[in-house]
């Protein structure tokens, strides 16, 4: 069964670059036809998808968060990661990364890492 993992700075000042990374066990990346994907929950709100990178390397992002957003791969780790810039309080969220069948369907979650924004 596949496990997914988060790991990243657990505070991030405003205007800074948040830079997340998804660790995959079982499994590689690049194998099959899976989407992983980026997912955020802000406290007392309902998650918000960010963004895919597909199983061949092609990206997908939030129109809302494009400008900010990078999502990459590192197929020799097994991982992808995220980046989003400039962040703000607003940016505060527990994030999740996920592996899917297909965009918008999360078949798999890592645990999740919580990522607050403040000076």
């Known amino acids: 069964q596949v496990q997914l993992q988060e790991s990243g700075p657990g505070l991030v000042k405003p205007s800074q670059t948040l830079f997340l990374t998804c660790t995959v066990s079982s499994g590689s990346i690049t194998s099959g036809v899976y989407f992983w994907s980026w997912i955020r929950q802000p406290p007392g709100k309902g998650l918000e998808w960010m963004g895919v990178i597909v199983y061949d390397g092609r990206t997908y992002y939030s129109p809302s968060l494009k400008s900010r957003t990078s999502i990459s791969r590192d197929t020799s780790k097994n991982q992808f990661s995220l980046q989003l810039s400039s962040v703000t309080p607003e940016d505060t969220a527990v994030y999740y990364c996920?592996?899917?069948?297909?965009?918008?369907?999360?078949?798999?979650w890592g645990q999740g890492t919580q990522v607050t924004v403040s000076s």
């Open positions: 996920t592996k899917g069948p297909a965009s918008h369907v999360f078949g798999s």
